[in-house]
C-alpha cells in the first residue's frame, strides 16, 4: 500500500515512487494539518513521524489549551482544508451560508478509511486507474456546529508521481446549507526562508496558452475565469517552483484542475512566509443548495511535484493523461490524418468543392476529410442556424449520405463539426424555444458572435441537442466530430431553476456538457472526438477525458504555434494538440512560413491539413507526400515519447528547439526552428536532451555518431543556419534504431 496510517503519531502518509506527501490530526480537536510534500521521506518502521514542525507543541498554537489565543493558531496552522469565518484570515478551502445567515465552518478529523484502487466521482470526468496500482485515502470530516461534513479524497498513482485529490461535502442536518465556495484541493507549505515562482498560463483567442513566470510575493496572486469556460484567457493550472528552478533542476509543485468550468488556482504567500495554494471553482456566481441528506462532489485536482524541474513536472503530468485520464480506442492508436475545410473554404463550399478537396487530398495521402461549420440550416455566416442541426441541401446536393458516401468511394473516411451548446436568435430553435437560451428574465440576452447559449441545466434541452446530433451522426458513415464552442457565458440566469438554484446554472452547465459528451462517446465508442472552442478556449483536463484531442488554437501560423504548442505541451502530451499545416500567407498573422517548418510544428501535434489542397502552390503541393511519411513514420513516437524542452523561442526571440525521446531512449526526434536570423554568428550549439548518455546515436542524413553524453554535455551544432532547411537523422548504433534530428530553418526575411 502506498498509503499508510501511523497511528502513534496520527499521521497519513502517501508514497509515490519519487514522493511523499504527510498530513497529521492534532490537538484533541482534531485539526487536520499538512506535514510534508516533496522527494520521497523512507518511513522506519517505530520511529516518529515527522510532525514536530508543525510546532503544536509550541504554546500559542495549541488551541484547546490556549483558548484566549486561538486565532494564532487558526491563521498560522497549515491547514488541510481550511474554513471561513472563525480565525483563519487566509484563502479558505470551503465557505458556507446557513439558513441563520450564519457563515462560520471549520471542518475537523472524525475518522478515515484507505482503500484499493480509486472511486470514481459521479457526473464529472477525473483520472482512472487503469493497469497501475491506485490506493485511496478518504478523510472524513465533520463541522459539528453546522452538520456539514466532509470527504477529503486522496488517491497515489505511484508511478507517474501524481496524487489526485477531491472533495465531497454532505449536509447532514435538516435545514438547508448553502455552499458558497468549494476548493477541490488546498497544499499548505510551511515554509520559512524559501523563496519562490508561480508559473501561470494566460492569452486570448489565437494565442492561447503563453507561460508566465512572477515571483510570488506577499498576499494573493490568483488566476481564474467567470467566463462559463476554463477559458482563453487563463488555465486552470498553477505551479509553485523554487526560485532558480530551471527546465531541469529545482523544485516544482503543479495543480491542475480537471474542470472546464470556471476556476480559481491561487497562491497565497502569508506573514510568516508560508505558501498555500487553492484550487477550485471559482466562488463568483457560485452557490450551491444542500438540502437534507444531499452530496456536493468538487471536480478533481491532479497535483505532482518534481524535484527535477519542469522537465520532471511535465513528464508527469504527460504520463498522467496519456495512462489515466485519455479514454477511448484512439488513446493508443494512429489518429488518422485529415485536411479541414475551414480555413480552406469557411462559409463557402458545396457538395462539388468538398469531393474535390477529397480528391486532391487523397492523392496526397490525406485520409480523412472533416466538414467545418456551415453545412445546416441557412448558415452562410455565422449569424444563423445554431440548434437547425438539418443539413443545408442547397450546399450539400444530393444530401449528407451522398457526400460520405461519394467521399468515402474516393477512399477517405469522413468528420462533421458541431456546435452544439449554442442557439442562434435566428433559427427555428430559437422561435419556438426562446426561454432555452441562458438569459436573464426581463433583461435583453448579451449576445456574442450572434449566438446564445443553451441552458443545459436543462434535461429536454440536453435531450433535445442530443437527439439532433445523433440522429445526423447516425444518418451517413461518419468517423470524427468536432464538437465547438464559440463563446463564453454571461446572463446567469434560467428560466427553469428557481431563485436559490440559480447561482448552480454555471456548474449545472458543465455538468450538462459532461453528460452529452458522456452519451456520445457511448453511443459512438468508435467515432473519434476532438473538442475545440473558439479555437482552444476549452483545452482542459476535463474535455480531454472524453476526447483524445482538443483543436489548440485557430491560430495556424506555425511561428505563433511554438508559443502556443509550448505552453500546451507544459502540461498536456503532444497527441492532445490538434495542430494542423495551413495556407501562407496565414489567415490570422499574415505571415509566411516554409511549408516544411509548418509541418514540422503541426507534427508536434495531432498532424493535419487545413487549407484548399487544390489551389496552394505546387511546391507546397508536391511536399505534402513527404510530411505524410513522415507523419507515418514518427506518430508513435510522437504519442507515446518522453518531450523535453531544448530552447524556447519564447525567451530567445531567435529559435525553438524540442526534442521525444522514446521511453527506452532507443529513438529521438529532435525539431528546430529557426525564426530570425542573426547576421555573421557561429554555428549554434544546441544542448540536447532525451539521450542515453552512454549509447551512440548516428545521424542517418551524414553517417556522423555522437554518444548521448556529448550530444546533451558538449552539444549538437547547427551550421549555415541563415538561409536553408534540413532534416537529418541519427541511427543508435547498438541497437540499430533510428534517432532523428529534424533541423527546420527559415529562410532569413521572408514573411517579416
Ligand atoms: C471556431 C473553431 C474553428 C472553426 C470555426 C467555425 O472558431 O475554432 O476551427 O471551426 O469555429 O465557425
Not at 201 to 223: D, T
Not at 501 to 517: P, S, T, W
Not at 537 to 548: K, Q, V
Not at 708 to 726: H, Q, R, S, W
Given at each position: 500500500?502506498?498509503?499508510?496510517?501511523?497511528?502513534?503519531?496520527?499521521?497519513?502518509?502517501?508514497?509515490?515512487?519519487h514522493?511523499s506527501?504527510?498530513?497529521?490530526?492534532?490537538?484533541?480537536?482534531n485539526?487536520?494539518g499538512?506535514?510534508y510534500?516533496?522527494?520521497?521521506?523512507?518511513?522506519t518502521e517505530?520511529?516518529?513521524?515527522?510532525?514536530?514542525?508543525?510546532?503544536?507543541?509550541?504554546?500559542p498554537?495549541?488551541?484547546?489549551k490556549?483558548?484566549?489565543?486561538?486565532?494564532?493558531?487558526l491563521?498560522?496552522f497549515?491547514?488541510?482544508?481550511?474554513g471561513?469565518g472563525l480565525?483563519?484570515y487566509?484563502?479558505?478551502?470551503?465557505?458556507i451560508?446557513?439558513?441563520?445567515g450564519?457563515?462560520?465552518v471549520?471542518?475537523?478529523?472524525?475518522?478515515?478509511?484507505?482503500?484499493?484502487?480509486?472511486?470514481?466521482?459521479?457526473?464529472?470526468?477525473?483520472?482512472?486507474?487503469?493497469?497501475?496500482?491506485?490506493?485511496?485515502?478518504?478523510?472524513?470530516?465533520?463541522?459539528?456546529?453546522?452538520?456539514l461534513?466532509?470527504e477529503l479524497?486522496?488517491?497515489?498513482?505511484e508511478?507517474?508521481?501524481?496524487?489526485?485529490?477531491s472533495?465531497i461535502?454532505k449536509?447532514?442536518?435538516?435545514?438547508?446549507?448553502?455552499?458558497?465556495?468549494?476548493?477541490?484541493?488546498?497544499?499548505?507549505?510551511?515554509c520559512?526562508d524559501?523563496?519562490?515562482?508561480?508559473?501561470?498560463?494566460?492569452?486570448s483567442?489565437?494565442?492561447?496558452?503563453?507561460?508566465?513566470?512572477?515571483s510570488?510575493?506577499?498576499?494573493?496572486?490568483?488566476?481564474?475565469?467567470v467566463?462559463g469556460?476554463?477559458?482563453?484567457?487563463?488555465?486552470?493550472f498553477i505551479?509553485?517552483?523554487?526560485?532558480?528552478?530551471?527546465?531541469?533542476?529545482?523544485?516544482?509543485?503543479g495543480?491542475?484542475?480537471?474542470?472546464s468550468?470556471?476556476?480559481?488556482?491561487?497562491?497565497e504567500l502569508?506573514?510568516?512566509?508560508?505558501v498555500?495554494?487553492?484550487?477550485?471553482?471559482?466562488p463568483?456566481?457560485?452557490v450551491?443548495?444542500l438540502?437534507q441528506?444531499?452530496?456536493?462532489?468538487?471536480p478533481?485536482?491532479?497535483?505532482?511535484?518534481?524535484?527535477?524541474?519542469?522537465?520532471?513536472?511535465?513528464h508527469?503530468?504527460?504520463?498522467?493523461?496519456?495512462?489515466?485520464?485519455?479514454?477511448?480506442?484512439?488513446?493508443?492508436?494512429?489518429?488518422p490524418i485529415?485536411?479541414?475545410?475551414?480555413?480552406?473554404?469557411?462559409?463557402?463550399?458545396?457538395?462539388?468543392?468538398?469531393?474535390?478537396?477529397?480528391?486532391?487530398?487523397?492523392?496526397?495521402g490525406?485520409?480523412?476529410?472533416?466538414?467545418?461549420?456551415?453545412?445546416?440550416?441557412?448558415?452562410n455566416?455565422?449569424?444563423?442556424?445554431?440548434?437547425?442541426?438539418?443539413?443545408n441541401?442547397?450546399?450539400?446536393?444530393?444530401?449528407l449520405k451522398?457526400?460520405?458516401?461519394?467521399v468515402n468511394?474516393?477512399?477517405?473516411e469522413?468528420?462533421?463539426w458541431?456546435?452544439?451548446?449554442?442557439?442562434?436568435?435566428d433559427?427555428?430553435?430559437?422561435?419556438?424555444h426562446?426561454?432555452?437560451?441562458?438569459?436573464?428574465?426581463?433583461r435583453?440576452?448579451?449576445?456574442?458572435?450572434?449566438q446564445?447559449?443553451?441552458d443545459?441545466?436543462?434535461?429536454?434541452?440536453?435531450?433535445?441537442?442530443?437527439?439532433?446530433?445523433?440522429?445526423?451522426?447516425?444518418s451517413?458513415?461518419?468517423?470524427?466530430v468536432?464538437?465547438?464552442?464559440n463563446?463564453q457565458?454571461?446572463d446567469?440566469?434560467?428560466?427553469?431553476?428557481s431563485?436559490?438554484?440559480?447561482?448552480?446554472?454555471?456548474?449545472?452547465?458543465?455538468?450538462?456538457?459532461?453528460?452529452?459528451?458522456?452519451?456520445?462517446?457511448?453511443e459512438f465508442?468508435?467515432?473519434?472526438?476532438?473538442n475545440?472552442?473558439?479555437?482552444?478556449?476549452?483545452?482542459?483536463?476535463?474535455?480531454?477525458?472524453?476526447?483524445?484531442?482538443?483543436?489548440?488554437?485557430?491560430?495556424?501560423?506555425?511561428?505563433?504555434?511554438l508559443?502556443?504548442?509550448?505552453?500546451?505541451?507544459?502540461?498536456?502530451?503532444?497527441?492532445?494538440?490538434?495542430?494542423?499545416?495551413?495556407d501562407c500567407?496565414?489567415?490570422?498573422v499574415?505571415?509566411?512560413?516554409?511549408?516544411?517548418?509548418?509541418?514540422h510544428?503541426?507534427l508536434?501535434g495531432?498532424?493535419?491539413y487545413?487549407?484548399d489542397?487544390?489551389?496552394?502552390?505546387?511546391?507546397?503541393r508536391?511536399?505534402?507526400?513527404?510530411?505524410?511519411?513522415m507523419?507515418?513514420?514518427?506518430?508513435?513516437?510522437?504519442?507515446?515519447?518522453?518531450?523535453?524542452?531544448i530552447?524556447?523561442?519564447?525567451?530567445?526571440?531567435?529559435?525553438?528547439?524540442?526534442?521525444?525521446?522514446?521511453?527506452?531512449?532507443?529513438?529521438?526526434?529532435?525539431?528546430?526552428?529557426?525564426v530570425?536570423?542573426?547576421p555573421n554568428?557561429?554555428?549554434?550549439?544546441?544542448?540536447?536532451?532525451?539521450?542515453?548518455?552512454?549509447?551512440?546515436?548516428?545521424?542517418?542524413?551524414?553517417?556522423?555518431t555522437?554518444t548521448g553524453?556529448?550530444?546533451?554535455?558538449?552539444?549538437?551544432?547547427?551550421?549555415?543556419?541563415?538561409n536553408?532547411?534540413?532534416?537529418?537523422d541519427?541511427?543508435?548504433?547498438?541497437?540499430?534504431?533510428?534517432?532523428?534530428?529534424h533541423?527546420?530553418?527559415v529562410?532569413?526575411?521572408e514573411?517579416?
Amino acid at each position: 500500500m502506498a498509503i499508510r496510517y501511523i497511528e502513534q503519531d496520527r499521521t497519513f502518509w502517501l508514497d509515490t515512487e519519487h514522493t511523499s506527501y504527510i498530513m497529521a490530526v492534532v490537538d484533541e480537536e482534531n485539526f487536520v494539518g499538512h506535514v510534508y510534500y516533496g522527494q520521497k521521506l523512507q518511513y522506519t518502521e517505530g520511529t516518529p513521524a515527522p510532525v514536530y514542525l508543525m510546532r503544536t507543541g509550541e504554546a500559542p498554537f495549541v488551541p484547546s489549551k490556549n483558548n484566549r489565543e486561538r486565532v494564532s493558531f487558526l491563521d498560522s496552522f497549515p491547514m488541510e482544508y481550511p474554513g471561513n469565518g472563525l480565525g483563519d484570515y487566509r484563502e479558505s478551502a470551503v465557505s458556507i451560508r446557513t439558513v441563520g445567515g450564519h457563515v462560520g465552518v471549520q471542518l475537523n478529523y472524525v475518522s478515515h478509511e484507505i482503500v484499493k484502487g480509486k472511486p470514481a466521482l459521479p457526473g464529472l470526468p477525473s483520472t482512472f486507474p487503469g493497469e497501475e496500482d491506485c490506493d485511496t485515502l478518504i478523510l472524513h470530516l465533520e463541522d459539528q456546529t453546522t452538520g456539514l461534513t466532509a470527504e477529503l479524497i486522496y488517491t497515489t498513482f505511484e508511478k507517474v508521481d501524481v496524487i489526485t485529490r477531491s472533495v465531497i461535502l454532505k449536509n447532514t442536518t435538516e435545514q438547508p446549507i448553502y455552499l458558497t465556495k468549494v476548493m477541490s484541493a488546498c497544499l499548505d507549505l510551511d515554509c520559512t526562508d524559501e523563496k519562490y515562482d508561480i508559473l501561470t498560463l494566460h492569452g486570448s483567442w489565437g494565442r492561447e496558452r503563453q507561460m508566465e513566470r512572477r515571483s510570488l510575493m506577499h498576499g494573493k496572486q490568483s488566476v481564474g475565469s467567470v467566463r462559463g469556460e476554463s477559458s482563453h484567457q487563463e488555465h486552470p493550472f498553477i505551479a509553485l517552483l523554487s526560485e532558480n528552478a530551471t527546465q531541469d533542476t529545482g523544485e516544482v509543485y503543479g495543480m491542475h484542475f480537471v474542470y472546464s468550468g470556471n476556476f480559481l488556482a491561487q497562491a497565497e504567500l502569508s506573514q510568516f512566509d508560508s505558501v498555500r495554494m487553492t484550487m477550485g471553482i471559482h466562488p463568483e456566481n457560485f452557490v450551491w443548495k444542500l438540502e437534507q441528506g444531499e452530496s456536493f462532489a468538487a471536480p478533481e485536482v491532479v497535483m505532482t511535484y518534481s524535484s527535477e524541474g519542469l522537465s520532471g513536472m511535465t513528464h508527469h503530468y504527460h504520463d498522467m493523461y496519456r495512462e489515466h485520464l485519455i479514454r477511448g480506442e484512439y488513446r493508443d492508436k494512429k489518429r488518422p490524418i485529415l485536411i479541414n475545410n475551414w480555413e480552406a473554404t469557411y462559409f463557402n463550399f458545396d457538395t462539388q468543392k468538398l469531393l474535390a478537396i477529397a480528391k486532391e487530398a487523397k492523392a496526397c495521402g490525406i485520409e480523412m476529410l472533416v466538414m467545418d461549420d456551415g453545412w445546416f440550416g441557412h448558415r452562410n455566416n455565422d449569424d444563423s442556424s445554431l440548434g437547425d442541426w438539418k443539413v443545408n441541401t442547397d450546399k450539400i446536393k444530393g444530401g449528407l449520405k451522398y457526400l460520405v458516401d461519394e467521399v468515402n468511394n474516393i477512399g477517405l473516411e469522413f468528420g462533421i463539426w458541431f456546435e452544439p451548446e449554442m442557439i442562434s436568435p435566428d433559427s427555428d430553435l430559437y422561435r419556438a424555444h426562446p426561454d432555452w437560451a441562458i438569459h436573464i428574465d426581463g433583461r435583453a440576452a448579451t449576445q456574442s458572435r450572434c449566438q446564445y447559449v443553451l441552458d443545459l441545466s436543462r434535461k429536454e434541452v440536453r435531450d433535445y441537442v442530443y437527439d439532433q446530433v445523433s440522429a445526423i451522426l447516425h444518418s451517413a458513415n461518419i468517423r470524427y466530430v468536432k464538437w465547438d464552442m464559440n463563446r463564453q457565458l454571461s446572463d446567469l440566469g434560467s428560466s427553469y431553476l428557481s431563485a436559490d438554484h440559480k447561482e448552480e446554472l454555471f456548474h449545472r452547465y458543465v455538468l450538462g456538457v459532461y453528460e452529452l459528451q458522456e452519451r456520445l462517446v457511448t453511443e459512438f465508442p468508435n467515432m473519434l472526438l476532438e473538442n475545440c472552442s473558439g479555437g482552444g478556449a476549452r483545452f482542459d483536463p476535463g474535455m480531454l477525458y472524453y476526447s483524445p484531442q482538443i483543436w489548440c488554437s485557430d491560430d495556424t501560423d506555425a511561428i505563433e504555434r511554438l508559443l502556443i504548442q509550448e505552453g500546451t505541451s507544459l502540461i498536456y502530451p503532444l497527441c492532445s494538440m490538434g495542430a494542423h499545416v495551413s495556407d501562407c500567407p496565414n489567415h490570422t498573422v499574415g505571415r509566411v512560413t516554409p511549408f516544411e517548418t509548418r509541418g514540422h510544428v503541426a507534427l508536434a501535434g495531432t498532424f493535419g491539413y487545413e487549407l484548399d489542397v487544390t489551389k496552394i502552390p505546387k511546391e507546397d503541393r508536391e511536399q505534402i507526400p513527404q510530411q505524410i511519411a513522415m507523419y507515418h513514420k514518427y506518430h508513435e513516437l510522437v504519442r507515446e515519447g518522453d518531450y523535453y524542452r531544448i530552447a524556447s523561442y519564447s525567451e530567445n526571440h531567435l529559435y525553438d528547439c524540442w526534442a521525444v525521446s522514446a521511453k527506452d531512449k532507443s529513438e529521438v526526434l529532435v525539431t528546430y526552428v529557426q525564426v530570425l536570423s542573426t547576421p555573421n554568428v557561429h554555428s549554434r550549439k544546441l544542448y540536447l536532451k532525451g539521450f542515453e548518455p552512454q549509447a551512440v546515436y548516428r545521424l542517418e542524413e551524414t553517417g556522423e555518431t555522437f554518444t548521448g553524453e556529448i550530444l546533451e554535455k558538449y552539444g549538437f551544432a547547427v551550421t549555415n543556419y541563415d538561409n536553408y532547411a534540413i532534416a537529418a537523422d541519427f541511427n543508435q548504433e547498438e541497437k540499430g534504431l533510428d534517432i532523428l534530428a529534424h533541423l527546420d530553418v527559415v529562410p532569413a526575411g521572408e514573411g517579416w
